[in-house]
């Protein structure tokens, strides 16, 4: 089992910034890739980043490329979504997840085993 715990979300004004962090503890070694995902009141979740423990970030959603970077730091077990030029769109509920088994599509749900409570980010007008 893997536990993740996210932190950091808050309510910022457009334009501004937040980092959040996803702590992990348990079985980490298991999990190659954290990924983590947002979801809207009434929208489904999407992707939004991924990272693989073990070298650099997979991809970013278009929607968010060029304002958010994910990062890692093993040896806190910590992953890191800094986000820039926050729009209020990008208001959400953000989870962090982890694989199990070595997924083929990071930027699917599906694909993960273990997710996070979530962390509420939101982007005033």
């Known amino acids: 089992q893997v536990q993740l715990v996210e932190s950091g979300g808050g309510l910022v004004q457009a334009g501004g910034s937040l980092r959040l962090s996803c702590a992990a503890a348990?079985?980490?070694?298991?999990?190659?890739?954290m990924g983590w995902f947002r979801q809207a009141p009434g929208k489904e979740r999407e992707f939004v980043a991924a990272?693989?423990?073990?070298?650099?970030?997979?991809g970013y959603a278009e929607s968010v490329k060029g304002r958010f970077t994910i990062s890692r730091d093993n040896a806190k077990n910590t992953v890191y979504l800094q986000m820039a030029s926050l729009k209020p769109e990008d208001t959400a509920v953000y989870y962090c997840?982890?694989?199990?088994?070595?997924?083929?599509?990071?930027?699917?749900?599906?694909?993960?085993?273990?997710w996070g409570q979530g962390t509420q980010v939101t982007v005033s007008s």
């Open positions: 997840a982890a694989d199990a088994s070595p997924l083929r599509r990071y930027w699917s749900s599906y694909e993960y085993d273990y």
């Open positions: 990272i693989r423990w073990s070298g650099g970030s997979l």
């Open positions: 348990g079985r980490t070694f298991s999990s190659n890739v």
